[in-house]
């Protein structure tokens, strides 16, 4: 299993004192290391990185992909005050503490603005943490095609690693960074695309396709 590299220190971190404890001496000594034993496990969780069907075949040009795994949490009409200036529609994926974190480009591109802002750690789940929560967020152009994403944190979630900027090529599901520990993606596209998804509905980041652009002909 392929873990992201940001994850080594969180997963080797419970294991010296789980070392330690193992070698103490008496059983019950050595009872007091599986907590760190399973603090590690669970981080190795997290951290996982599982290839998706976009690394293997190449996505169709018209369709956007989710950027990470979770629930839909809005699909279709954007929440008020949370989309960029213009014309949008609004996918966010909630994701929980035993989703993959690892974050993916929903489509194709160059990255044309990038920014970051610091905010709250309000939970990833309530409307406010659209507006209120520390997030980074990428504008990816295709030619006459523009798609907007947000990485945004939650409760637990007190860091945001973006691994591309100002004029990187992404391909369609394209790792590009991850949030560490519960969290939310925000996806905007324009009026002409088709929302593909519902909410509620459970998505796989580089495999569910969440929107579709009408064909260039």
Known sequence: MRIDRAGWPFITGPLAPAAVLAVAGGRRIRLLMWPFVLLSAYMALFFRD???????????????????????????EPQEGVAPEGDWQQVSVFLSVV????????????VVESSYRAGSFLAAYRKESAHKNERSELWLRDGERTVVFRQIVGVLARRIVTRTGVGHE??????????????????????ECTVTVQKGQRVRGGETVIARWPGRG
Request: hydrophobic content about 35%.
């Open 50 to 76: 599982p290839d998706r069907r976009c690394d293997v075949e190449k996505p169709d040009p018209d369709e956007v992909l989710s950027p990470a795994d979770g629930v839909v949490m809005v699909a279709g």
């Open 99 to 110: 989703d993959v974190h690892v974050n993916r480009s929903p489509y194709r591109g160059q």
């Open 170 to 191: 992404l391909a369609t599901g394209e790792r590009m960074g991850l949030m560490k520990f519960g969290s939310r993606m925000d996806v905007f596209v324009p009026r």
